[in-house]
């Protein structure tokens, strides 16, 4: 089926996203043209944070006329489609590219495939989102750091035997 969908797509360049959070640590990578860029996010980023992170960077680095982002990320990929004044930074700073870019002529789309399925970028960008480079990006967001916060305060709720912990993420009037 895929295979079957890249002829049809046969002159766009595939770019493969993937994002992972194990141990504390969160990677992101992008495929493209077999050659595999990846790196580290701070811990308290979340996968889908790191998803649209990857796919951010690939649209800024590119340099084509044609590009299909393929994300197994559904919520990453429903972000980028539902976009609105209340969407995350990171999705509002992706539009922003998007806009810059296809205003320069570039036609970019975005296309969710399912993961662990036997596509090569797919697997190759989750093998490299995996292994994690050791260079952090000190960029956190509130969320991610809040959620953090409520995670551990949480752990050590139920480690006293209470539960009644409420921590709520807003958006800042800046954003």
Known sequence: MFYDHRQQ?????????????????????VVIRNSIVSGRLHEFCSVFTSEIYAALVKIADGNYEKIIIYSD??????????VSPLS??????????????????????????????????????????RRPATAVDNFVRLCDA???????LTKNGRELGTNKIKISCTRSSRW
């Open 88 to 129: 995350h930074p990171i999705v509002l700073k992706c539009v922003e590219f998007y806009l810059y870019l296809t205003g320069k002529g570039l036609n970019i789309l975005f296309c969710w495939i399912p993961g662990h399925s036997g596509i090569i970028g797919n697997d190759m960008a989750d093998k490299a989102a």
């Open 9 to 29: 797509f046969s002159g766009y360049e595939p770019v493969f996203t993937d994002g992972s959070k194990a141990d504390n640590l969160v990677g992101t990578a």
């Open 73 to 82: 990320s559904k919520s990453a990929i429903e972000a980028l489609r539902s």
């Open 146 to 152: 809040l959620q953090a916060v409520k995670n551990q």
